[in-house]
């Protein structure tokens, strides 16, 4: 069995969308949440993250500063800068 540290994450720089695959879970439902639309689970488990406009969301916000469900879904992915 392989064991992956991250998400699957793929950025598409025409669009300016960063999208993070946390499980392979079907997915019931999604939600906008302050420029990034979050897909969950019917028992509301993140499945699939997108940031919209990445590079202006990362710039203008800090991991500290996301809301806490989006922290908890990214807790193992190192968003800031290196």
């Known amino acids: 069995m392989t064991v992956k540290k991250y998400p699957n994450i ?3 720089p025409e669009d300016d969308v960063l999208n993070i695959w ?3 879970k079907p ?3 999604g939600e906008d949440e302050n420029g990034m639309i ?3 689970t019917k028992n509301r ?3 699939y993250i997108e940031v919209l406009f990445a590079k202006r969301f990362f ?3 800090k991991k500290t500063d996301m809301p806490k469900n989006i922290r ?3 807790s193992s992915f ?3 800068k290196a």
């Open 27 to 29: 997915i019931q439902y």
């Open 72 to 74: 908890y879904a990214t």
């Open 59 to 61: 710039n203008k916000n």
């Open 38 to 40: 979050i897909h969950y």
């Open 22 to 24: 946390l499980s392979k």
């Open 78 to 80: 190192p968003l800031d």
């Open 45 to 47: 488990e993140p499945v």
């Open 10 to 12: 793929l950025y598409e």
